[in-house]
Structure formats: structure tokens, C-alpha cells
């Protein structure tokens, strides 16, 4: 699996209109998360794997003059992301991807990401950029769908065709600490909303999410 055939996947799922779909499939999880995150005024935030930019949007207005910047590697879900930017939020949007972010070691007070860590080609340069990009004391916010305690989602990289990482919640966590993050925590979080009709999703929303918390050492 290489950035080039998960750019190409994701621009067809922007080009579809399927950005908008999932923001309305992850929005719940993601504002009962971002409440409780306690954001401060003029924190610096980075949503990884952004795409139309919807939680960049949310983070961005959650604190007086925080600002936020979402990164993806898919040119046509950050096109997406700037078309449905409004010049009263101090957000933008950069094509990257999470094994090479292109900003200076300790820019960012904070790291979000939801639904999308698992795509990385590089868990572990993922996460170590992550590290990199964060503050001393700086602290990681990721949620994830796809992981072995909700067993029916292993189907997801046969239904995309994209290889992804499949982890327990233990190797999540594990991962975070090879990275060099502390006092790395794990919780469900559930959507409180109806569940989908659709089965599989359904099996999917009621096993939760997994939000993995993570400090950088300050
Ligand atoms: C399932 S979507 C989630 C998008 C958004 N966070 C949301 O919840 O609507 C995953 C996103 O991660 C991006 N992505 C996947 N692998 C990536 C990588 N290695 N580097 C940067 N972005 C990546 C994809 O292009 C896609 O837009």
C-alpha cells in the first residue's frame, strides 16, 4: 500500500460525496470527544487525516483563538475541506501525509484524529511524527472504529481495498508508547445517536469507539 493508491481511494470518495457521510457517521463520537477535551484559548491543533475538515472546523471554534489545521493526503478531500472553509474560522488545510508532516518539531499543543490513524502506511512514523510535531506536554486525541475488539469491521479492507492496521486496543496503546507518548489511556466512547439500519454498521456502533489518549513528556 503505497500514499498514491490511498490518495486516489479517498479522492473517489470526495468525488462521490462520501466525505459528507461520514462526517454525519462520526460527527457524534467526535463532539462527545472534543467536549470533554477541555481545549484552551489559542491552542495550536492538528486533525490528522482531516478530510472534508469538519472536526478541523469544530476544533478550531471550540476555544477563543485556538487555531487548527487538518492534513490529508487526498488533494480532493482537502479541495473539499477549503471550499467548506469559512473565513471566520482560524483553520486551514494541508495535503500531508502522517509519515511526513511538514511542520517544525513541537508546533502543536494538541493532536486530533478520528477514523483514519489506521490507514497510515507507517504506524510507527506516523505515531513518532505525531510525537515530533507535539509541545513538551503537548497531548494526542485519536478515536478508531477499526480495531479487534469490534470483530465486525475486519471486513472494512476488503469493502475499501486499502491495507489497514488492525489492532487491539492493547496494541494501540503499545504503539503509542513506542512512539515515546505517556500516560497513554484507552476508553469506548458510544454514539448515543439511533443505531444504523445497516447491520454491519450497526454490530459496529454498538461495539463503540476507541479513543486512545496519549501526553507527550512535558
Ligand atoms: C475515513 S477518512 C476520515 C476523515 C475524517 N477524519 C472524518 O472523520 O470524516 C480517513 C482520511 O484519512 C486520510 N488518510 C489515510 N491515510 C493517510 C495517510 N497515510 N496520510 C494522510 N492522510 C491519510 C484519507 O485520505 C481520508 O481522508
Known amino acids: 500500500m503505497n500514499h498514491e493508491h490511498i490518495a486516489q481511494t479517498f479522492d473517489h470518495w470526495a468525488a462521490e460525496g462520501r466525505d459528507i457521510g461520514m462526517e454525519q457517521e462520526h460527527s457524534g463520537v467526535a463532539l462527545a470527544v472534543i467536549a470533554q477535551l477541555g481545549i484552551r484559548p489559542g491552542e495550536q491543533i492538528l486533525d490528522l487525516g482531516c478530510g472534508n475538515g469538519w472536526a478541523t472546523r469544530l476544533l478550531a471554534k471550540s476555544a477563543a483563538g485556538a487555531t487548527a489545521i487538518g492534513v490529508d493526503v ?15 474560522i482560524r483553520a486551514r488545510y494541508e495535503i500531508a501525509s502522517f509519515e511526513e508532516l511538514g511542520f517544525k518539531d513541537g508546533k502543536f499543543d494538541r493532536l486530533f484524529s478520528m477514523e483514519a490513524l489506521y490507514y497510515a502506511v507507517d504506524l510507527d512514523r506516523a505515531l513518532a511524527e505525531a510525537h515530533r510535531v507535539l509541545k513538551p506536554g503537548g497531548r494526542a486525541d485519536v478515536i478508531v472504529d477499526f480495531y479487534t475488539e469490534s470483530p465486525s469491521t475486519q471486513v472494512w479492507p476488503q469493502k475499501t481495498g486499502l491495507s489497514m492496521h488492525y489492532l487491539s486496543t492493547q496494541q494501540w ?46
Open 74 to 88: 487526498s488533494p480532493r478531500m482537502i479541495e473539499r475541506a477549503e471550499h467548506l472553509h469559512s473565513l471566520t
Open 173 to 218: 496503546q503499545q504503539a503509542f508508547e513506542r512512539a515515546g507518548f505517556v500516560g497513554v489511556t484507552t476508553q469506548r466512547v458510544h454514539d448515543e445517536r439511533p443505531a444504523p439500519e445497516d447491520p454491519l454498521h450497526a454490530a459496529s456502533k454498538a461495539c463503540g469507539s476507541l479513543w486512545i489518549g496519549a501526553n507527550k513528556r512535558a
